[in-house]
């Protein structure tokens, strides 16, 4: 094509890609928009969507799979040993409880929910909710304590380790 | 006017009321056309726009305009200070003194200037020296590149603006513009974009030429008051702001002001030349003083939605590509106009 060709080509095809674009445009104009109205309305999240963690504490053995499983070290559980003289239930998967939780923390602010926890649980208590609307103005606030033991009953029940251990070493050393 | 007169006899405040009359005009219109553009734009990319402000946003122009007046005026310490304080009011008097000479009704234009059209373009190179200082005086690279390519676009796309207003002069015999609208009273197949009240075989013959100058003038508006496409000087993902980035607050409120003021000039000084200004389409149903300023008013807004829907639908020139459309495209369409209605005038 000779250069005064390729002119008038350029100025009449943009000219026929303007009118194209504006034919596209205009029909954007008159669809719906796909803006949800957040507080107002709320979309429905999917159904294994991962988002804040719960625990279901009656069913929790104190394994510790969770918190070793965790990239960012974001579960603390801290553990007392129960007597054999004391009934601590069962769990929902019909095997005993042998440990007192007297500590569960998990750190919501450093959670990356990865749901990495989640599998190892061998009673599955620890599992993710669709909860995503949980922003707070302070940070201890972020700090979730599972645990039901007051302070009164782990103290309770250091002694009575502490007590049954004793026995324990002293009827070892009865010749 | 001279109705308001006889009402009140004192000079000094008929004047004064009517050139504040443009003033007021502005001021509702400017919120009128952000509103707008933010609706459109926002439906087009299919999403909303504001809906807290108000019922759907409504309030949010004067939210935005409430806000920059209480900005705080920052001057950086090594600009020029006299031009950096006078660029925003040079620019902003460029856009407002072309009010002086719309027609917006048979009984309202502000001053009936025997040179109209070329009042026209002569005060509106006012806004290229407004934009040259404030990117001057900045003392910004970025600012300075936005003031130079601004200057350079609206010079050269003055002259396409010129030769269109030439073609419409060769037709109608008349710089004035309240004199070109009167021309074209009498119903739509009067307007000059569809040959003017000419004998048929003119008027068939003049009709492609005034199509394309019509058009060229369109585009030719659009670059004087950079809009995108051609809206390089303010390239917002390019410039920072272009020859805007040290304005805030009131300053900067000038400049936007006068952007959005321009863009509904450059719509009725296309409307006035080719589409009949404020004389209605059906020959003698809805015309009057009163009618005449509703049908300028809604065929000038018409072309303002045209632009907004432009913005949105166009890529921006090059600064090369710009200077290339101007020279080398719009200008030897025009000669080529001139050329073919000054033959068909005078056959």
């Known amino acids: 094509m000779s250069s005064i060709g390729i002119y008038f080509y350029n100025i009449f095809h943009s000219l026929y890609t303007v009118v194209i674009g504006m034919k596209i445009t205009i029909r954007h104009l008159f669809t719906r928009s796909a803006t949800v109205q957040y507080p107002t309305i709320k979309k429905k999240i999917p159904e294994r969507a991962r988002n804040r963690l719960f625990v279901n504490i009656d069913d929790c053995i104190g394994c510790n799979l ?38 569960f923390d998990i750190d919501i602010a450093k959670c990356c929910y990865c749901g990495l926890c989640v599998w190892p649980c061998p009673t599955e208590c620890i599992f993710m909710t669709d909860v995503y609307e949980f922003a707070d103005f302070n940070r201890q606030s972020f700090i979730y304590s599972f645990s039901i033991m007051t302070a009164e009953e782990i103290t309770a029940a250091q002694r009575r380790l502490k007590k049954y251990n004793d026995e324990q070493t002293a009827k070892k050393l009865l010749p | 006017m001279e109705f308001i007169q006889t009402l009140l006899a004192n000079q000094l405040i008929v004047s004064i009321l009517l050139s504040t009359l443009p003033l007021i005009f502005i001021n509702v219109m400017v919120l009128v056309v952000l509103y707008t553009e933010m609706k459109v734009a926002a439906h087009i990319q299919d999403r909303v726009a504001y809906m807290r402000t108000g019922w759907h946003g409504v309030l949010q122009p004067i939210a935005d305009m409430l806000k920059l007046l ?3 005026d920052i ?45 026209l373009v002569a005060a ?21 590149f936005g003031g130079i390519r601004s200057a350079a676009q609206m010079i050269s796309y003055e002259i396409p603006t010129a030769l269109a207003i030439v073609i419409v002069v060769m037709i109608t015999g008349s710089l004035n513009l309240q004199d070109v609208t009167k021309f074209q009273d009498g119903g739509i197949g009067n307007w000059i974009i569809f040959g003017g009240p000419l004998p048929w075989a003119q008027k068939l013959m003049l009709m492609p030429f005034t199509l394309i100058t019509f058009l060229i003038l369109f585009v030719a508006s659009i670059a004087e008051v950079n809009r995108t496409p051609f809206d390089l000087p303010e390239a917002e993902s390019e410039l920072v702001q272009g020859y805007n980035t040290e304005y805030s607050g009131m300053r900067f409120a000038m400049f936007y ?10 719509s009725a000084v296309v409307v006035s030349l080719f589409l009949g200004g404020w004389s209605s389409p059906f020959n003698s149903f809805m015309s009057g003083p009163l009618w005449g300023i509703f049908w300028f008013v809604t065929k000038a807004y018409t072309f303002v939605l045209i632009q907004i829907w432009l913005r949105w639908t166009l890529p921006r020139l090059r600064v090369d590509q710009l200077m290339f459309v101007s020279w080398k495209v719009l200008t030897p369409w025009l000669f080529v106009c001139i050329l073919a209605v000054g033959l068909i005038l005078v056959i």
Request: glycine share 6%; hydrophobic share 45%.
């Open chain 2, 257 to 266: 002001l006068s952007e959005y003021a321009n863009l509904f000039t450059v």
């Open chain 2, 70 to 72: 209480q900005k705080e």
């Open chain 2, 75 to 119: 001057i950086p310490t090594k600009a020029d200070k006299l031009l950096f304080r006078m660029a925003p009011f040079i620019a902003f008097i460029g856009t407002y003194v072309v009010y002086a000479v719309l027609p917006f009704s048979s009984i309202y234009i502000g001053s009936n200037i025997n040179l109209g059209a070329f009042f």
């Open chain 1, 66 to 103: 969770c918190s070793i499983a965790c990239p960012v070290d974001c579960i603390l559980i801290k553990t007392i040993k129960s007597t054999p003289d004391m009934d601590l239930g069962m769990t929902s998967k019909n095997t005993r409880k042998r440990l007192y939780i007297s500590c």
């Open chain 2, 124 to 144: 509106g190179s006012f806004v290229v020296i407004g934009i040259l200082m404030a990117g001057w005086a900045s003392n910004n690279k970025w600012s300075l």
